[in-house]
């Protein structure tokens, strides 16, 4: 029991008085004691006033006393009681909360302040009572210990008009006063300026500010903060460095990393008046309205002709990456975070929701159904893939503005920041992008999605189905020269800065015809019979393909493969070397990688390669050899794989899947239930399982830095885009992480924060 804001002097509050404040009575306070007028105020924790109750029942007046004394320190020069407002001031706003309680009489006796049927009493009983905590004794050690601290406040009436404004716009950030709800800035003394400024400097948020206008002059009765828009509060921060409120620093750790995002990408205007009729998951953020279509040839079309489109398919594959970059937005009925369809979308910067449960495709009679209703190709569908709603129509929407304030922010983030920040990308689009936003290299160009076009995918598949050895080499001829040309051009848009190159690590199915018409397409391309490319198929295919031929395996029973990668990745590294005055930094990864043979048998092919092309001693290419850890078993025996290379990289996407034992593509179908029923916290393929991949990964950086002190570490998974992850992995003594392009801001900022 103490006065926050007393109507006679300034309040002298112990460290304790200062720990319980929270809600409005922090403001009311640290307003208070800078001298600016305040509406006097008093604050009682629910401990004191249980306190209160006990000894009422004993019949005792000790707290009785000191609490009517408290109650004094409302009253003014004048001596007058006055009229008394009850308020509750939680840490956070809760709608269930009892709303102020004005003009209450001040008690006429000592025992009318801590009656129940009194109305003082009365109105900070209930005020109490709607936080909802259970009676004493019924929950934690930790909320008994919330429950005793929460807080009412006891306040004067204040005299004259009440108004009420934002310090600053929501939207903007500019410094206010703002408007409220919609509502028109009610005319403030110019005294109101001062308020705005100190509150702002204070709270370093965006406040709605309640007060007292009487006779000209300004009293504050109380405040809270409000949710400003992502680019109002970057804007905002920016301010308060320009006007040395804060410093650089300041604003690096106070901006929160994932609603940068939101600045990136188109978003609807609001979605408050719609209705979803249907939600999934959010995999790539951003908002799209467009005509629903169902292949990559009607999305090209419909780009070609200026429109804009919404790919729905039951899931996407590599088939489909034409159809994915053409399409404004993307829907799936499987999938997760790091489904085909989600990774892709980030890299596009493509709006995705996926896994959409109540939606199926039937691209035969080229309809959909989502839940029970029916849509055809021409139809209009809007997605949010920030939250994974899904509306019906086009929906109007936001297109991102955010001004120069997220260059000086991420400047300002990047002097403090010690972890490299890199980007997945092996397109010139994608990288380009990556580059606006700082990227400093590629951490992971994935050498399959070179592969993606149809020309393209023809070539790769009769490489393949080959029937021997002979019959790859002469496919994989063809091949050297599309990637070389890939590389090139890659090496040269980052000019001087590191490109980390992972060889083939896909299942081969995944570029495989699947349907009939694509099967008798590929047959026809191939030139041989539909019946016999069936057979062919039939032999190759796998059970388990994610465990199965892929990654490392393909290298060694393929030799063929390996050496057409490596080639093409020289031959494009010496053509950048002949264009630009920087050297060419290239790092070859080997994925899927499980014992320390696999691992030499490859070094040993690839520097021979590299040996013959007369490039491993030119001071134009620098050339460094590197795994991906992917399965526990290369965590374990880091320290063996160590002193064959000079980098591991963590594919944390597919060392969460082997370490869990859970499919990520079918994970959505059951993850839900288990974060709903408290069994994961979180989606391990979303934010990165500390507890036990995150082990690994611990294990396998000690063991391998003990075998080779010189070693490089890199993450590169999904979760070097994930603030929770990132602030990980900065704890782990890593040299660098690699995201999608849109993914970077937000790494920049995270790891700056994780530095600081």
Known sequence: MFAVAPALGKANLSAAQLKV???????????????FPTIPTIAIT????????????????????????????????????????????AAAHNGGLQPARLGIPAPTAPEDAVDPGRPLARAIKQAFESYGFPGAGWGTSRSEEDRARQIVLVQAVA?????????????TGVL??????????????????????????????????????????????????????????????????????????????????????????????????????????????????????????????????GKHCILVVN??????????????????????????????????????????????????????????????????????????????????????????????????????????????????????????????????ARSEHMFFSPERMVALRRMILSEDEEARRRAIHGLVDFQTGDYSALFGAMNGLPVNVRLFDPPLHEFLPRTDEEIEDTAASLGVAVRALRLRLERIAEINPMLGHRGVRLAITYPEILQMQIQAVLAGARAASERQSAPVPVEIMVPFVSTASEVAWVRDHVMNIVENSGLARSERVKFSFGTMIELPRACLRAGEIAGMVDFLSFGTNDLTQTTFGISRDDAPTFLAAYQRKGIYERDPF???????????????????????????????????GDPTSLQFFSGLGIDYVSCSPYRVPVARLTLAQASG
């Open 159 to 171: 005299e004259g008009q009440i108004e009420q404004f934002l310090t600053r716009n929501s939207v």
């Open 315 to 444: 899931e996407t594959g590599p088939a489909d990456i034409e159809g994915m970059k053409a399409a404004t937005g993307i829907l799936t009925a499987r999938g997760g975070m790091t489904s085909h369809a989600g990774v892709i979308a980030r890299i596009t910067g493509k709006p995705c929701v996926a896994g959409v449960r109540t939606l199926s495709v039937d691209t035969t009679e080229m309809v959909c159904r989502i839940g029970d209703r029916e849509f055809r190709a021409g139809d209009r569908l809007t997605i949010d893939g920030s939250d994974g709603s899904v509306y019906l129509g086009t929906l109007p929407l936001a297109q991102p503005h955010i001004g120069g304030a997220i260059g000086k922010l991420l400047g300002w983030s990047d002097a403090s920041r010690t972890i490299s920040v890199r980007t997945n990308a092996e397109s010139l689009e994608a990288a380009a992008t990556a580059l606006s936003f700082g990227a400093e290299g590629v951490g992971l």
């Open 46 to 89: 629910r401990a004191a006033w249980d306190g209160l109750q006990a000894e009422r029942a004993r019949r005792d007046i000790r707290l009785r006393t000191h609490w009517v004394a408290c109650l004094f320190k409302l009253v003014g020069k004048d001596g007058k009681p006055p009229l008394l407002v009850v308020r509750t001031s």
């Open 21 to 35: 404040l929270a809600g409005k009575a922090r403001w009311i306070f640290r307003v208070g004691e800078t001298g």
């Open 686 to 720: 979303v934010t990165i399982d500390e507890k036990g991949v995150g082990e690994l990964i611990a294990i396998a950086i000690e063991r391998g830095r003990a075998a080779n002190p010189k070693l490089k570490i890199g993450i590169c998974g999904e979760h070097a």
């Open 176 to 305: 206010g006063p703002a408007p409220l709800n919609g509502s028109p800035v009610p005319r403030l003394p110019d005294s109101v300026d001062a308020l705005i400024s100190l509150l702002d400097a204070k709270a370093g948020r965006h406040m709605a500010c309640l007060v007292a206008i009487h006779q000209g002059e300004v009293k504050f009765l109380s405040a809270r903060p409000v949710q400003a828009t992502a680019a109002g509060e970057l804007e905002a921060a920016v301010d308060r460095v320009n006007r040395k409120v804060w410093s650089p620093h300041n604003a690096v750790t106070r901006v929160d990393p994932n609603r940068l995002t939101q600045l990136l990408h188109p978003r609807l205007k609001s979605a408050e008046d719609a209705t979803p009729i249907a939600t999934g998951l959010g995999v790539s953020p951003g908002a799209a309205s467009g005509i629903i279509t169902f292949n990559a040839e009607d999305a090209a079309r419909l780009r070609a002709r």
